[in-house]
């Protein structure tokens, strides 16, 4: 009995990993599960997306070899014998963790965006100069690009944790002037542009973007664990219709998330040093990251340029993102956002003026119940269009909102935001209108256009420079809208 009794219950410790430690463990009890390994070591314990796992070990009668034998024979479940868990997803700071690891926003970076950037020091930023050598421009004009880079290394900092610069010129074809290279210091630059010879030929645009994009694609990262900022700057006297903001963003944009990336380009060398301002903003000597911005919304719902229901919709969901992205939205400091819609000019429930107090969820209902308007002007179009066009809408909305009676504030950056198909009859004339309406104002115009089906030229008609339309094609591709957010928080210097 006593012999038949061992024989029957000798028992085996079957672990997770080997038959051979049998018993190793000290188990006591037949069909008892022991206890549970230490996890698995993480190679990070925030920002990954990496598992930790353990496993325990069965007493079995040691005529069961493997675990799933044994497993059936005490009438267990397997799967309670492996146990996994998170290493740790947290990325700090607003950062959000992708396959990539954490995309930290703002200044923070970082494997888990836990470290900040002091205020005035540069984001590691790539800058590719794309400079039109072709026919349209006169020796002159080239000179003046090229004063323009020069003017632009003078007033930052050029080097491996700050700016790296490369120069491209194109006419008939493309070339590299001035290679990516982190040694290059702000004198040998400046050397090296003065190297630089206007060979003037036939304008390819695209071959420049092209080269700019392949230079930049293999740009790595320059501070461990931070991206860094890359920023194509194609100077012409004007890009054709066939670059839209879309395309000169892609080539800025390589396929990582950790890019934040602007493309600036400039219709008229005049603007030059507005764009420098921008530009340099990251590494002058006093400067804050400040929100306090009041955002104007205007939709354009005009019989003339009417949108359609599919891109009313586009229109809607592209603004509510934009509100929702809003970081300070209402705070003392922050953003503040008035809506309208036009025409329908008196109808309160059209209308939310900035002195509105809502919270950022009634806006966003605001914004998804908003329909649109009734015919109510009862003329002929041309009547009509007389009564209320866009240009004449753009002007009552500059002068009138963004005073404080409205609620603007003094001390607030100052954006206006147009949604609108841009299908006015009359671009030239829009466009005229519009240059006159931006000489006399301070507030930063911006537009949207919603859908596949909207005019590029009336919606540049209606700002400054191309790079302020955003096409949004579609619903899914509000990520269109990234640059535009990002316009809405800003480093100011002073
Ligand atoms: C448990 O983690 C280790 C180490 O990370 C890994 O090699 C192993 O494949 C994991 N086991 C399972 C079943 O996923
Ligand atoms: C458009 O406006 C311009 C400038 O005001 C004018 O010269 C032109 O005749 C107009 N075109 C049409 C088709 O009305
Ligand atoms: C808009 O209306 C104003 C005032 O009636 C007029 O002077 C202007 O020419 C119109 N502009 C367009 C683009 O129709």
Redesign the pocket.
């Known amino acids: 009995m006593r012999k038949m009794y061992l024989r029957f219950f000798v028992l085996a410790c079957i672990s997770s990993h080997s038959l051979l430690d049998v018993c190793a463990q000290g188990c006591f009890a037949r069909c008892e599960w022991s206890e549970w390994e230490s996890w698995t070591t993480c190679s990070q314990t925030c920002g990954s997306t990496e598992k930790k796992n353990t496993s325990r070990g069965l007493c079995c009668p040691s005529d069961l070899t493997d675990l799933e034998s044994c497993v059936e024979y005490c009438n267990l479940d397997i799967a309670d014998h492996y146990d996994e868990a998170d290493c740790g997803r947290e990325c700090y700071n607003d950062g959000t963790l992708s396959s990539a690891g954490c995309v930290c926003t703002n200044r923070f970076y970082g494997m888990c965006c836990d470290k900040r950037l002091d205020i005035c020091e540069a984001i590691p930023t790539d800058v590719v100069f794309i400079l039109d050598s072709s026919l349209s421009q006169t020796q002159t004009e080239f000179q003046k690009q090229l004063d323009f880079v020069g003017k632009f290394v003078d007033n930052v900092d050029v080097g491996p944790t700050a700016f790296v610069l490369s120069i491209i010129t194109y006419s008939s074809t493309a070339v590299v002037e001035i290679e990516f290279d982190d040694s290059n210091s702000k004198q040998s630059i400046k050397e090296q542009l003065l190297g630089i010879q206007f060979r003037p030929g036939a304008t390819y645009t695209n071959k420049g973007l092209e080269l700019a994009r392949s230079l930049l694609s293999v740009r790595m990262e320059r501070r461990p664990g931070m991206y860094t900022k890359k920023i194509a700057f194609v100077l012409t006297d004007g890009v054709g219709p066939e670059v839209s903001h879309r395309e000169l963003n892609a080539i800025a944009s390589p396929a990582d998330d950790y890019s934040l990336s602007y493309v600036y380009t400039v219709e008229s060398f005049d603007a030059l040093h507005t764009v420098l301002e921008r530009l340099i903003d990251v590494s002058c000597e006093k400067c804050q990251p400040k929100s306090l911005t009041d955002i104007f919304l205007l939709v354009d719902d005009l019989p003339d340029s009417r949108m359609t229901v599919t891109e009313w919709q586009i229109a809607v969901n592209g603004l509510a993102t934009i509100v929702d992205g809003l970081q300070a939205f209402n705070d003392e400091n922050g953003q503040r956002v008035g809506i309208a819609q036009f025409p329908d000019t008196n109808d309160p429930i059209k209308q939310l003026s900035l002195s509105n107090t809502l919270r950022k969820d009634d806006i966003l209902h605001f914004l998804q119940v908003m329909a649109h308007s009734e015919d109510t002007c009862r003329g002929t179009k041309d009547d009509c269009v007389l009564k209320s066009n866009i240009t004449s809408i753009i002007q009552n909305v500059i002068d009138n909102q963004f005073t404080s009676s409205f609620g603007g504030r003094d001390d607030a950056r100052k954006v206006l935001l147009v949604v609108s198909s841009g299908r006015f009859s ?1 671009i ?2 829009v466009a ?1 209108q519009m240059r006159n309406i931006r000489l006399h104002t301070d507030v930063d115009i911006f537009d949207i256009g919603p859908g596949g089906d909207v005019d590029m030229r009336g919606l540049k008609s209606l700002v400054s420079e191309p790079s302020r339309v955003f096409v949004v094609k579609e619903d899914s591709d509000m990520a269109s809208l990234d640059g535009l957010q990002a316009k809405f928080s800003y480093i100011a210097c002073g």
Do not use: G, I, L
Request: glycine share 0%; hydrophobic share 0%.
């Open positions: 009359n030239t004339e005229e």
